[in-house]
């Protein structure tokens, strides 16, 4: 039997050695406690600069290395005792053992005694830790002189959206900044988190102007507050997440209010930022829908049970609609229906901000609501094209109203809702396509909608010198204004009338019903190009700081546009009177997206992103089919039949979308409407058979479901 023999006691002492050892070559953690608990930056300071901003200096501890004697931190200035590190008195194992256990007691006992006093003062340990983690991002707010810059740049890009006003959100920051010190007041509560959410993105997004500096340096540096603002917004809007379960029903509605205010701050971030593309926008918006539902924006607060001032029943109103309108054009793109429930959101009055006051009263809200409709509902004429102004009650004189762009929007977003329907209706499988004649009828009633000011034939004299729009008076966002509006006007047209335009070529009566929705479609596809083109003068030449507007939206508007003028093109060919009016319009078109693709590319320099990928794809698109269009193919046999042949078989894909476009059927021995005069065989006479091996080259094979 072999007895298992105890250790001696040299190999115990050189066993205790090597662990002696070890425990020396450990590595040191060379920041202070306070800034490894919080994981901030620490530069090692005695104290630390986040301690001393923090004011938390008495917390900025630092633990001695491992295997050194001292088990415990050391306070700042603390000199650490050496004494016993003496190799030649080395005490024994049994003895550094009793030390140690001694050391352990008393900082135990040393943390229950704080615990107790702890709860005495009404506190707790984790309650002081969350407290710590508050004042740390207080601490990192950017100083006032910072902020303030910043909000005048967000400010000058929010003049499209509207999504924030500009008097009370400037007035709420001022609350939250000491003047005295130019600093983030140390005593700000967890209520101001929301507020304090928004603030870090609104800021975020006003860096976006200092990335149009030609100096590398300043733009890297923008882009690096950008991200610590960022990273503000997310930690602030989980603060506030938490507690907005128990405020949804709160008297004072500023909380819940600016709850979702920074979630539509990160809809006009996505719609401004390279990086995304309309799904993740659409993403964004399904969390926006279901935070407003769940703090029940749907409702109108004059039904709601909870009493509030009339200022913010107005900025409800307001969040509401611009949430509204936003998720309506999101699914009218994507082709998806809207996830939004039936509301008795009433308008919002039309007022300049300056006189939305926080003490406003519901009789001078009313008074205002009168003076708007008077002074927007005169009829047509040349004093019309003058963009409307309102009453200031403050001044008594009159201004643009900041919120007459949106209002308009409101007026024809249920008209926007019924194309949607009929639209959503044209892609059932085998069901036949609504009467033409209502889609005409909602696009005269979309028209008769829109202001005078904001009409294309008042936007394509922008350029003359005699352009109300351009004129002296007039804020820089007026023009920018028409341009969307009109865009938007002619994308809606366009999509209301794709379905019919690849109808069944051996129907009957479906030609006319063809040259109909392509003669509409064109128009609006030259209106929307036109549009798209003055923006780009306006915002490059005019007004700089508009150049962030620029989105993928616009990209994909003028995508579709111009593979309409080509493939119109491409079947009628150069003898057509309208061919060279055609190729204009793609030639512009695809210097549009020169221009987005190459400013894409400068800001997202080694990235990638889809937007940028889709701006690409979407321009060598319009490259391939504008050379085909100049020199069409004619190898196709005319049809004696008398009937209608579909000019292109191939599948073509919108790269912002992935959805199929649709074909243009073209007519045999039938003349067009706009031109009596065309060859009738002219129209048949192309195919567009080798566009397959261009989308394959471009996109790749369809997979599925893809086409």
Known sequence: MIRSRPPSPSASMDNHALERGRIKRSRAVLVCNRCKSLKTRCDLGRPCGSCVKAKAEDKCTYDPWRGSQAQRSLPVGAVPDHSNNNCDSAPSSLEDRLSHVEKSLAKIESLLS???RGHQNGSSPSRHSEEDVWSSLIAQLPPFSLAESLLRKYFTLDTMLRYTHQPSFTSRALKIYSISTGQARHDTDKESSSYLASLCLTMAIGTTLDDQHSNSESEQQSRNLRKQLISLHHRFYEISENLVPY???DSNPEFAYYHLHALMLRIQRAIMDDCSSLSQTWFAQGKLTNTALFLEFHRDPDDSDVQISPFWKELRRRIWWALSIGERIITEKLRLPSILPQSTVRKPVLIPDCDLREDITQS???DQSLIGRIFTSSSTSIADLTP??????STGKTAPAEWAFIDAKIDTTQIMTELSKLSRHSLVPNSPLPDIVLVDNLIERLDAQIPAHLRFDTLSTAQTRHCPLTAPDQPPWILAQACVSNTGKASVTLNAYQPYLSLCPRIP???QIV???????LAAAHRLIVSSEIFVWHVTLRWPEGRSLLSWNTGSKVFAAGVLVALAAIRDGPDHNGWRKWMGDLQSAEGLLQVLSDRTAKNLEGEWSACKSADLKALKILRQLHERAKSPARSTP??????????????????YTTHEMSRISTLNNTPSQVDMTVDPDMAENFTLEDLEALLTQVYGKPQGGAG
């Open 114 to 116: 704080n615990t107790s």
């Open 247 to 249: 405020r949804s029903k």
């Open 364 to 366: 001078e809200l009313n």
């Open 388 to 393: 409307p102004e309102i009453l200031v009650a």
């Open 509 to 511: 009566n479906n030609g």
């Open 515 to 521: 040259q109909h929705a392509l003669e509409q479609s």
């Open 638 to 655: 005319p049809s004696s039949s008398g009937t209608m042949s579909i000019v292109n078989e191939e599948k073509l894909f919108d790269p």
